[in-house]
């Protein structure tokens, strides 16, 4: 089955703890991304990857980091979290960068306290 | 700056009772548009791409049409299960080569037995 697989769901830390949210797809897309999704912002993107070893800063990349080491996977990193950081994580892959439909993970939903 | 409206946020329906729901944008060139579902707690699902405006596209009891400033997703006819979060993106030619895709708020639909 295609999918997008985000771990984990659900994760509640204390700030300033590193954590990484893993993503991974199994479509050999070329394309991945990050979104967090606000009440009232929508889902804005915070990281893409056109390629392995290729990544770029979206909308909103402060405070975040990524990596595209292997095709299959685009992990998100988040080296000293924040409160403002709270938010409900999507992961997304596309076969190319354009004028493609996006297939999206379940979400993560992450708690700073 | 690339931009995205849709109206309403929230819709009531009754099961049967037929109804649109608008997205309106503003991009430099449009290169695509984008409509997903989202159940609570779930990613976005992919339902259609636009690409110029006179297009329409279908699936089941969803019609989805372009026009130059916006799109519409009619709905005949919802059951129970059509109840979800219709979010509507686009992707313009500024923005094609990082794959960014630009999202509305959603509208929020809940269609009753």
């Known amino acids: 089955e295609a999918q997008v697989t985000q771990n984990p769901r659900y994760l509640i830390t204390v700030t300033g703890k590193k954590l990484t949210v893993t993503c991974s797809q199994n479509?050999?897309?070329?394309?991945m991304s990050w979104y967090r999704q606000d009440p009232g912002l929508g889902l804005r993107q915070i990281y893409y990857?056109?390629?392995?070893?290729?990544?770029d800063k979206g909308d909103v990349p402060e405070g975040y980091k990524v990596s595209r080491k292997e095709k299959r996977n685009f992990p998100l990193i988040l080296e000293s979290p924040s409160p403002n950081q709270t938010s409900l994580y999507f992961c997304?892959?596309?076969?190319?960068?354009?004028?493609?439909?996006?297939?999206f993970g379940q979400g993560t939903r992450l708690t700073v306290v | 700056e690339d931009q995205v409206t849709q109206s309403p946020e929230a819709l009531r329906l009754q099961e049967g009772e037929s109804s649109s729901l608008n997205c309106s944008y503003t991009?430099?060139?449009?290169?695509?548009l984008f409509w997903y579902r989202q159940d609570p707690g779930k990613g976005p699902e992919f339902l259609f791409t636009?690409?110029?405006a006179g297009e329409e596209k279908e699936k089941e009891r969803l019609k989805a049409t372009l026009t130059k400033k916006e799109s519409f997703l009619h709905i005949t006819a919802p059951k129970p299960e059509d109840s979800a979060t219709y979010l509507c993106?686009?992707?313009?030619?500024?923005?094609?080569?990082?794959?960014?895709?630009?999202f509305g708020q959603g509208t929020t639909l809940q269609v009753k037995p």
């Open positions: 997304a892959s596309s076969p190319r960068v354009a004028n493609t439909e996006a297939f």
């Open positions: 479509m050999n897309h070329e394309y």
């Open positions: 990857s056109m390629n392995v070893e290729v990544t």
């Open positions: 991009v430099s060139g449009l290169r695509g």
């Open positions: 636009l690409y110029s």
């Open positions: 993106a686009v992707q313009g030619w500024g923005s094609s080569n990082t794959g960014k895709l630009i």
